[in-house]
């Protein structure tokens, strides 16, 4: 049996500052941005609160902005054929996740398990 849990928040921006967009969003929800390393820093930016235990990042998007939540799980692969089977559908692996779209035409992701209280407060899903 895997362990499945809301691992946190994405806010896609259309927009070419994404330097902009990290101040406003940190700014908005009194988080710190903070830079990713270099290689996916031109893309992303983390949001950070030493209070909250949830990944917070804000993303430059080609697609129309929104918000958009990460589940993390110890087996990428049952996760996502359990959310098939609940009605959702893969639209395409991304480095190491898979982006899915859920049947009320939401889009999410099912990313590799690491915040930090993962296995203590993970679920089980069967």
């Known amino acids: 049996m ?3 849990r809301l ?3 994405i806010i896609d921006c259309q927009s070419d500052d994404l330097q902009a967009c990290g101040r406003f969003w940190g700014a908005a929800l009194g988080m710190q941005a903070r830079e990713l390393p270099s290689d996916e820093a031109d893309r992303y930016q983390r949001l950070v609160d030493p209070h909250i235990d949830l990944h917070m990042e804000v993303q430059t998007v080609d697609h129309p902005s929104r918000v958009h939540l990460d589940i993390e799980t110890d087996d990428i ?3 996502v054929t359990r959310l098939e ?3 959702a ?3 395409a692996k991304v480095h190491t996740w898979v982006v899915m779209q859920a049947p009320t035409g939401h ?3 099912v990313v590799r398990a690491a915040s930090k209280n993962f296995d203590s407060e993970a679920h ?3």
């Open 107 to 109: 889009r999410f992701c």
């Open 7 to 9: 691992a946190g928040f």
């Open 85 to 87: 089977k609940l009605g």
């Open 77 to 79: 692969e049952a996760e």
């Open 89 to 91: 559908t893969r639209v």
């Open 124 to 126: 089980v899903w069967t």
């Open 2 to 4: 895997h362990k499945s």
